[in-house]
């Protein structure tokens, strides 16, 4: 009648959900009255859209208007359960379905570029809403400048020790043509020239992390990741007043020089020695005798795949000869 079996029927009464009509003193069971029955299918209807019994029983307990409320909330959380279940499905099958990753990056040279910035440290849990606030002022503060033109998109550079110490420095910035005035936390910077590796995402927020392991994987393999911040990231925390000494293996580039001189950071540069880098081949070797820097590229540089002899590297090397 109820479709409840009697191991159910002994649980909920054992758990005051659905209390027997009378139990029978010398067997133990327990018999249920009719007008009993609409309440029995109301509790299995609730518990097989995955109700916990505490709610369950809140609902049976309830007046009306508050009965429609608890179960309104839970077929609610059911919908999120059903979004998200659909979302990771939808995520797997990008994952099982994706083309190769390394088929879709690709390298960038870009030049120093100027721009309207916003810099600080931020908790790595904060990063998200400072990112979101900070491009926000970014927008509004180059539409409200007539002299300004963006030149580029809103984009970031994160410090290593977000990552590794979940709490560094960060900056939010949008190309621009023109001069910046400092207005509110909006800076003017120079945004240092950079070799890139690049790899476009299309598709939700939620699955971008797909695509940073993905080209993380593709920096690491052709060993143009770091262990930890470089002389680039000291300059930058450097001209943001984040650190007094910055012990740099070069001297600073002149785009560095005017991102302090902008933010008011005087400094002396006291040069206490100089790096170098040896290239050893081994003594049997008499093809090679000299290497140039588009050697050194071909070589060990991030396009060097698949060379099992010298000669396999000499086109690139001259693509990379000046």
Not at 26 to 33: L, N
Not at 222 to 239: K, N, Q, R
Request: aromatic fraction near 6%; charged fraction near 25%.
């Amino acid at each position: 009648m109820t479709q409840l079996s009697v191991k159910t029927l002994r649980h909920y009464h054992e758990v005051g959900l659905l209390e027997p009509d009378r139990v029978d003193p010398a067997t133990g069971y327990r018999h249920y009255a009719p007008e009993q029955v609409p309440t029995a299918q109301v509790v299995r209807r609730l518990r097989e859209l995955g109700m916990p019994i505490a709610d369950v029983r809140a609902v049976l307990a309830s007046a009306p208007a508050d009965r429609n409320a608890l179960i309104s909330g839970h077929l609610e959380r059911l919908q999120n359960q059903l979004a998200a279940t659909r979302s990771a499905v939808e995520t797997l099958r990008a994952i099982l379905e994706r083309p190769v990753a390394a088929s879709r990056i690709e390298h960038r040279s870009v030049a120093a570029t100027p721009a309207a910035a916003i810099a600080a440290t931020v908790e790595r849990d904060d990063l998200l809403p400072w990112w979101q606030g900070a491009v926000g002022e970014l927008q509004a503060t180059v539409a409200a400048e007539k002299l300004l033109t963006p030149t580029g998109v809103p984009a970031a550079l994160f410090g290593f020790d977000i990552f590794a110490r979940d709490r560094g420095a960060a900056t939010v910035f949008i190309p621009v043509h023109g001069g910046v005035r400092p207005v509110g936390r909006v800076r003017p910077a120079t945004i240092p020239a950079a070799e890139l590796a690049v790899i476009r995402h299309h598709g939700p927020h939620d699955d971008v992390d797909l695509d940073y392991s993905a080209l993380g994987e593709y920096a690491t393999r052709h060993e143009i990741s770091v262990d930890g911040p470089g002389t680039g990231d000291g300059f930058a925390l450097f001209c943001q007043g984040e650190t007094d000494i910055s012990d740099a293996s070069r001297p600073i580039e002149d785009t560095e020089a005017k991102t302090c001189k902008d933010a008011g950071i005087d400094y002396v540069e006291l040069e206490i020695g100089l790096d170098g880098i040896t290239v050893m081949t081994n003594p049997a070797n008499d093809t090679v005798t000299c290497l140039n820097t588009g050697d050194l590229y071909a070589l060990i540089g991030p396009e060097s795949d698949g060379f099992a002899n010298w000669s396999d590297a000499d086109a690139l090397a001259k693509a990379h000869t000046a």
